[in-house]
């Protein structure tokens, strides 16, 4: 079945650097991913709509400045969290889409701020 | 923001026992899903049901739909200590293209 792949699992970082999340659709073409943020015991909340070429739209609250998505092929698409904090810490989660809803998920990203 | 509620948000049960979660949604949809995911962990999806379906069934698993009171329940039946996980029931947002939007996700927890 259709695999998408999200790296890295966990990384930790210092507060005011910046982290980048790859998802890749490993054996289909993604023309759009999706973004997700999960913070601990809550559900999953979408960030940003990304399609392969165009800029991404984003939802209401989410600082397009501070999280930054390339969507450069039809098998990547990259989230760059720029100048984190603690409270940027979270789960984040891509998922790809050929057409209709994103069924397939990467495993998701923790990352820690510290 | 989300479109699903599910509850109970919390269900603790015992091994053997069947286990039912309920979605509301609030706009209209094309289809709902159903997921899982374990603690800290990514997401499965589990069944997917349209907006033309009223029952399906996967396993153990057995999904409703009513459109007209904008709701799913998912029932999982026998249930067993590894069933223990969030689940989420999901669906399209039309405001956000083909994007799922998730509810807050019920947490069950199966005892032996």
């Known amino acids: 079945g259709a695999v998408v792949s999200q790296h890295p699992s966990r990384v930790i970082c210092k507060s005011g650097t910046s982290v980048k999340i790859e998802c890749r659709s490993l054996?289909?073409?993604?023309?759009?991913m999706f973004w997700y943020r999960q913070f601990p015991k809550q559900s999953l909340m979408l960030m940003a709509t990304s399609n392969e070429g165009s800029k991404a739209t984003y939802e209401q609250g989410v600082e397009k400045d501070k999280f930054l998505i390339n969507h450069a092929s039809l098998t990547l698409s990259t989230l760059t969290v720029t100048s984190a904090h603690p409270e940027d810490s979270s789960f984040y989660i891509c998922?790809?889409?050929?057409?209709?809803?994103?069924?397939?998920f990467g495993q998701g990203t923790r990352l820690t701020v510290v | 923001s989300q479109q699903g509620e599910e509850d109970p948000q919390a269900l603790s049960i015992q091994e053997g026992e069947n286990a039912t979660m309920n979605c509301s949604y609030k706009t209209s949809i094309n289809n709902l899903q159903w997921y899982r995911q374990n603690s800290g962990r990514g997401l499965v999806h589990l069944i997917l049901?349209?907006?033309?379906?009223r029952e399906k069934h996967s396993g153990r698993l057995r999904v409703t739909l009513d459109t007209s009171k904008k709701s799913s329940s998912l029932l999982i039946t026998a249930s067993r200590a590894a069933d223990t996980a969030s689940y989420f029931c999901?669906?399209?947002?039309?405001?956000?293209?083909?994007?799922?939007?998730f509810g807050k996700g019920t947490t069950l927890s199966v005892s032996s």
């Open positions: 054996d289909f073409q993604a023309t759009t």
């Open positions: 998922s790809a889409s050929q057409t209709g809803p994103g069924a397939f």
């Open positions: 999901a669906t399209v947002s039309y405001q956000a293209g083909t994007a799922l939007i």
């Open positions: 049901i349209r907006s033309n379906e």
